[in-house]
């Protein structure tokens, strides 16, 4: 859902612990999303995205878990480093030519 | 590939001034194109996008405009700043729903 106005959300892990980081989507309608990593000063690079039709999608050291009957999408990092530090945005395809970003997250690694 | 730039990385630029935004994609033909707003330490705010040359659609009323020439060339603007414009603008065009983003301007309106 949209984020405008809103302070972001932080998570602070352990480096070497598992991150979970979640997001509220609002439209029943989208059938594509995405997660979105965004470094101080940079702008977003795409991590991982999964479509309506599947419910778990993994990449490297990272899990998008989506469950439309509560319109929730989580990703899960594994074993968390300090490069992971950073804001993290789910996004949906509403599809009317929009990308619908939520709040994001910022993650912060401790060593 | 398909690759986007967007310039300047940084401006400062005096409250009533003018203002002028360019982003150029590379790689792709009639691409969705899209400017975004990021306040310090908020979301991504959706301020227009565009399908085709000559179509803008705006998202949110404000003090900018954006205009794009042609195919490959999306232009923010503004006749006169204001403080409030001060923000990271982020421009992106998406192929098939994945956006993908330019390294972003960071404009501080003084």
């Known amino acids: 859902g949209e984020s405008v106005g809103l302070h972001l959300p932080t998570l602070s892990v352990q480096e070497g612990d598992n991150s979970i980081i979640n997001c509220a989507y609002s439209n029943s309608a989208s059938d594509y999303f995405i997660w979105y990593k965004q470094e101080s000063g940079k702008g977003p690079q795409f991590i991982i995205d999964i479509r309506s039709n599947m419910d778990k999608r993994q990449g490297q050291r990272v899990t998008v878990l989506l469950n439309k009957t509560v319109k929730h999408l989580s990703l899960q990092i594994a074993a968390t480093q300090p490069g992971d530090s950073a804001v993290y945005f789910c996004a949906e395809d509403t599809n009317d030519y929009k990308l619908s970003f939520g709040a994001g997250t910022t993650v912060t690694v401790r060593a | 590939s398909q690759t986007i730039h967007q310039w300047p990385a940084t401006l400062v630029q005096p409250v009533g001034s003018p203002l002028s935004l360019e982003c150029t994609v590379e790689?792709?033909?009639?691409?969705?194109l899209y400017w975004y707003r990021q306040a310090a330490g908020r979301g991504l705010q959706l301020l227009f996008y565009?399908?085709?040359?000559?179509?803008i659609s705006s998202e949110v009323p404000q003090n900018l405009s954006a205009s794009r020439p042609q195919d490959r060339q999306f232009i923010l603007s503004s006749k006169k700043l204001l403080l409030s414009d001060s923000g990271f603008y982020l421009c992106?065009?998406?192929?098939?729903?994945?956006?993908?983003f330019g390294q972003g301007t960071r404009l501080t309106v003084v």
């Open positions: 790689g792709t033909s009639n691409p969705n």
């Open positions: 992106a065009w998406n192929l098939r729903g994945q956006a993908f």
């Open positions: 565009s399908v085709g040359i000559g179509q």
